[in-house]
């Protein structure tokens, strides 16, 4: 690693907020290793890190100075449009951060593929949050579990826009009931909407998130939510504004490689062209908008809310940014546990 590699690191670590014994903006270049050494002792105290052993300290100290440069040149390429910088997973290598590929449907929808209303051109921008349609982000921890939180995360906004209760649900029943032999290890969008279906939902207060899988404690008589199936939408990026703006979030799987260093900004195009093939992450779509003439989604994660911006990330829309229009779902929700019918609500630019 270059010395003007490890500068720039050092300025990337001063964004944290700790106090980072390392030289000045203005500083000469050529850091020592003692000083390279001390800059991950910061980062270790700022997000409290722990390891096995003084080897994998050291080796984590390794993986810290790269993923510093390729956040360094991701700063470059993005400019003033998004932020690239240390986050808790720093110390990851890549093929850490990014687990394995996702299957994005390993059946059929219970449903036929759902389009959106012709005629009905998406309105210019929505943010269901304002509309108190989603819930807190929460953070999957060491638990492959995206999958899980992305389907629960879309079944709370739609029973919110349709019957005005927003609940937390149980992303802990969804891997637990599942049936899967690790799932941990991420699974598809199928398994996680077919168990919601099946079973309807328990909250996450009566049933609450561990982080790995245990033995299925679903309660009938705790269910609060249930839904009548799942429906793959259009890839067409257009269609997919409308559906959002008139019906509510859609879960969407995508490649997460930008996502290791990100701290906020609109992932640009530019920046979305580095992205692998492989989709590895599900999310929430939770809006969209634009921004400097940038057409972007918003989009909610499973890192916790002090990831990103508040636990969300903007990414470019109009071009399956990092894979992210390929495979779009959505739960059906119809009716409330009463038979009464569902009003769509207004999504609030």
């Known amino acids: 690693m270059g010395s003007a590699a490890l500068r720039a690191a050092v300025l990337l670590l001063l964004g944290l907020g700790v106090s980072a014994r390392a030289p000045p903006e203005t500083a000469e270049p050529g850091l020592s290793q003692a000083e390279l050494t001390q800059m991950f ?28 440069e390729d956040a360094r040149r991701l700063q470059e390429a993005a ?56 819930s807190c982000p929460s953070d ?15 079944v709370e906004s739609l029973w919110f826009i349709r019957f005005k209760k927003l609940y937390k649900l149980s992303v802990q029943e969804v891997l637990d ?4 032999k690790d799932a941990c290890k991420g699974s598809n969008l199928s398994n996680a909407f077919g168990t919601i279906c099946r079973r309807g939902m328990n909250t996450a207060m009566s049933y609450p998130y ?38 509510g979030p859609i879960t969407v799987i995508m490649n997460a490689r930008l996502l290791q260093h990100y701290r906020g900004g609109i992932i640009t195009k530019h920046l979305a062209s580095s992205c692998h ?16 003439s940038i057409p972007y989604w918003i989009v909610k994660n499973s890192h916790g809310s002090d990831w990103g911006e508040e636990g ?19 739960a059906t929700v ?16």
């Not at 390891?51 to 100075?65: N, T, V, W």
């Not at 999957?140 to 879309?154: E, H, K, L, P, Y």
């Not at 009931?177 to 899967?180: E, I, N, P, V």
């Not at 033995?215 to 067409?236: A, D, E, H, K």
């Open 177 to 180: 009931c599942s049936g899967l």
């Open 79 to 134: 400019g003033d449009a998004a932020r690239f910088g240390p986050t808790r997973f720093s110390d990851r290598t890549e093929e850490e951060f990014m687990g394995a590929p996702l299957t994005p449907l390993g059946r059929k929808p219970l449903t036929s593929p759902l389009r959106s209303p012709p005629g009905k051109p998406a309105p210019p921008s929505c943010d269901w949050r304002k509309a108190g349609a989603v």
């Open 41 to 68: 002792e910061d980062f270790v105290i700022r997000f409290n890190k722990t390891y096995g052993s003084p080897e994998e300290r050291r080796r984590r100290l390794g993986i810290f100075a790269r993923a510093m």
């Open 210 to 247: 561990e982080a790995q899988q245990g033995r299925c404690r679903w309660n009938q008589s705790n269910v609060v939510v249930r839904i009548q199936g799942f429906q793959t939408l259009p890839s067409n990026e257009s269609e997919l504004a409308a559906h959002v703006a008139t019906r």
């Open 334 to 349: 119809g009716q409330d546990g009463d038979g009464g019918t569902a009003h769509p609500g207004h999504c609030p630019a």
């Open 140 to 154: 999957q921890r060491t638990c492959g579990s995206c999958w899980a939180f992305a389907a629960v995360a879309n």
């Open 277 to 292: 093939p492989n989709r590895n992450h599900a999310v929430l779509i939770v809006g969209y908008g634009q921004e400097k």
């Open 312 to 330: 969300y990330f903007r990414i470019y829309r109009g071009g399956n940014a990092c894979g992210i229009a390929e495979f779009p779902v959505t």
